[in-house]
Every structure is written in C-alpha cells, then in structure tokens.
C-alpha cells in the first residue's frame, strides 16, 4: 500500500509564498502520475496540479497557471507544490494523490492513493 504524507501548510498574508511536500512510501516504482488537489467544506475536491514521475510532464489549473509550479525530487521520493503570490481564494486542505498510471488527469476519481492533507489559509 502506497502512503503519503504532506507537509509545508500554513498560514500566510496575500501575495506569499509556501512550498507544500509530499512523500511517498513508494515512488518511482509503482507510481506513474502525483497530483495536487485542494478542498474547501462543502466544494468538491479541485485539481491543482499533476506530474508524471518518468517524463516530468505537468499540467495545472487555470486558476493557478504562473502562481504554482509542481516539481519532484526521486532520490527523496517527494513532490513539491511551490505556491507564489497566493490569494484568499487559494484556502483550503491541500491533498497529494498518486496513481499507477501515467496520465495527466485533473480528476479526484482517476488516483488510488491519497495523503491526509494540509491546511493552507491565506488572508487578505
């Protein structure tokens, strides 16, 4: 069983930054894609950010396009979730997922292994 554990949220003023990680019990081995979600009670689960653990390939959601940027690190089996000129809209729990298959979906259903999330508030 894949385990992922987040770290790196908290709280910050407009327009910062934080870098959320991500660690993984097994990386390149059995997992293909890691994503980055976000969830607000009451919202579904958004889509953030993916990457492919072989090609690096990435894909983001519009609404964070130029602010975030979603990286990796294998010989440390964690990714990273660097977050600039955050905005109050950005709140919310912000999960890891990861998947056997190398896909870049955008899609809470697609991923079988999730993290128990991080808090991340931003304030105006």
């Known amino acids: 069983q894949v385990q992922l554990v987040e770290s790196g949220g908290g709280s910050v003023q407009g327009g910062g930054s934080l870098r959320l990680s991500c660690t993984g019990s097994?990386?390149?081995?059995?997992?293909?894609?890691m994503a980055w979600f976000r969830q607000v009670p009451g919202n579904e689960r958004e889509g953030v950010a993916v990457?492919?653990?072989?090609?690096?390939?990435?894909r983001y959601a519009d609404s964070v396009k130029g602010r975030f940027a979603i990286s990796q690190d294998k010989m440390k089996n964690t990714m990273y979730l660097q977050m600039n000129v955050l905005q109050p809209e950005d709140t919310a729990m912000y999960y890891c997922a990861a998947k056997p298959i190398a896909t870049l979906s955008l899609l809470s259903y697609t991923y079988n292994y999730w993290g128990q999330g991080t808090q991340v508030t931003v304030s105006s």
């Open positions: 097994e990386y390149t081995a059995r997992i293909k894609s």
């Open positions: 990457i492919l653990t072989g090609s690096g390939g990435t």
